[in-house]
């Protein structure tokens, strides 16, 4: 609980006038709230001494509607407070997990399941939007509340009464502080559970069409009741224990209440006590209930709020690993790649191995070899996706070590194998490039990317919704769009990983000759299964096993006796290529 309360001390020191007015308005209507029975137990013995006037019962009658009203009015505002902080934290944490989403480098989603980061997102937030707002609640009203009625009873009524009385409470706390132990067990096997279902649940909705095309509806459908239904077991073994408390509580009081009756009614007799004492004494005893209660929970809830704070803490304090330290920027297009070797964080082998190549400003780069060979591995260092290998990598005379990340991407364009597009209209899709772009280079883009054909079969054009409230697009057509995004932002670099495998030879073609006469002085670089895109490049690399197997012009490469000739013999007498 303490740890819970530290980690978020930042928190607390920023709103610390807040905080110290809702202990004060605790306090306060806390001693406002055993007033009244103070108040009944009065009346009582006035009416039994015969001592009650019709006057000093209307006094009575008001300042009890006084003080209900004023601890109503107390206790509204600074649980109002607690409550209004909680959701503030939960957005502010929400806020930051989304932005380290957003920066975080592509190691860390392979480490981390999907599900997982949604559970964080959304389920441990609102464990700690309880911890902060009930959980602090509780602690402020049950610890002062529970103090203050203890202090009134022993030294307003009677003190040994109070002493036997509370008598049975330390088993009470026994039995909490225990069952608080096992909820808490079972409640972290029952979260661990809750991501396992997350899980599956993303992946059934994100593999609908795969499950229907080979039917397995019912497979699917069955494991993941096995699922939910583990969930659920889970989950009913902490309710069980958690709906144990409130009776427990409640028998505990009671036999406080059989003491309190029984002993009061002794001392009593003896006129040690009021009759109204004593009713007053019950009353308390009976507002005993529901610190008693909330103090089991309280355990409870911080716990929970702590193990999820943790779980999103160890995502906020996640260091990026490809670091930031640079911030020169990058004028012109040269490229240089020196011996450039990588393996991924995840691999027990070179992806890339020694790799060289040269390029200057216009040059297009073309990039083939088999599935596997780490050609889009050598794209990731380009755009710095992981953490730099050995070698160096020189884009404009500065080693990209040294450039800064965003603004190395501000000047490439990337347009990757999988076309994510936005459920946006096709416009806008193509504006996510440069949101500031003129009609004019709108248009320039469109006519390059060889979209205009396609947008005019289209009902609404541009303005065409693209994904689930919009058409199905071709592949061809998200992939055209997609190159059109990438244009519009006339990047100094331009990447094509696999761009162009959807559309058709002549397409591709045109889109090449757009390219071509477009992009002039900027470097292009074109990743590809077909030989035919990279067929007018300057510089074709073959990469196998991360190394560069073979390398040279289109004409040069035809001559020697290698994997690109085989390839292209395959492709000239009509054979598919083969891997
Ligand atoms: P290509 O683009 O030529 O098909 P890749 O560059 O994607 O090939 O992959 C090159 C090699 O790196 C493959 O052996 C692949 O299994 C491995 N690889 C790719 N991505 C990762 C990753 N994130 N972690 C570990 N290994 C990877």
Redesign the pocket.
Known sequence: MIDFIYKLKWYFSEHKMKYLLIVVLAVISNFMEVIPPQLIGRTIDLINTGDMTIGTMWLIFLLFIAVIISTYLLLYSWFYMLFGSAYDIESILRMRLMQKFLTLS??FY?RNKTGDLMAKATNDMRSINRAMGFGLITLLDASTFLLTIILVMAFTINLELTFYALLPLPLLIIIEVYLGRMISKRHTESQKSFGVMNDAALEVVEGVRLTRSYVQEEAEAASFKGKTKDYLDRFMKVEKLDALFQPLTIFVVSLSFIIAFGYGAVLVNEGEMTVGEVVTFNIYLNMLIWPMFAMGMLFNIMQRGNASLNRVEEVLQTEDDVVDTGDSIVESSEIDFEHVSF?????S?Q??DGVTIHLKAGDTLG?V????????????QLLKM?PAGTGSLIIDGINITRLNKKELRQRIGYVS?ENILFSRTVKDNILFGNPGASDDELDRAIEVSALDSDLALMQKGLQTMVGEKGVALSGGQKQRISIARSLIKDPEILIF??ALSAVDAKTEQQIIDNIKRERKEKTTII?THRLSAVRHADVIVV?E??RIAETGSHDELVKSDGWYRRQNQYYETGGEEND
């Open positions: 592509p190691s392979e393996s991924y964080p995840a691999s082998r992806n890339l990039i070899g088999k599935t596997g060979s780490g050609k889009t591995t050598l794209i990731r992981y194998q990983d696999d990743v990469l096993d991360g």
